[in-house]
C-alpha cells in the first residue's frame, strides 16, 4: 500500500472534524457491492469510507427534506 503523502492532492482524502470516532459495522455483501458501485461513478472515486460518509449525509439531508424514510 502506497504512502498517502505521495498522492496527488486530488486523490488525498478530505480532512476529518478534529475529533472523530470509529465506527465498525458488518453489513452484507451485496450492500458493500452497492456503494462501491456507487462510489466508482465519482468523479474523484472516494475510497469506501469516505463513500459511506458521503451516502450517510445524503441520506441524513434527504430526511430533513421529507424523504420517504425521513420520520
Keep these: 500500500m ?6 496527488p492532492d486530488k ?9 472523530t470516532k470509529r ?10 457491492k452497492r456503494i462501491d458501485d456507487w462510489r466508482r461513478q465519482q468523479p474523484d472515486l472516494p475510497n469506501i ?4 460518509r458521503r451516502l450517510v449525509e445524503m441520506g441524513l439531508e434527504g430526511s430533513k427534506k ?3 424514510h425521513g420520520r
Design 11 to 19: 486523490q488525498m482524502p478530505p480532512k476529518l472534524d478534529k475529533e
Design 66 to 68: 421529507g424523504g420517504k
Design 49 to 52: 469510507s469516505e463513500a459511506v
Design 23 to 32: 465506527l465498525n459495522m458488518v453489513a452484507p455483501a451485496s450492500w458493500v
Design 2 to 7: 502506497g504512502n498517502l503523502q505521495s498522492l
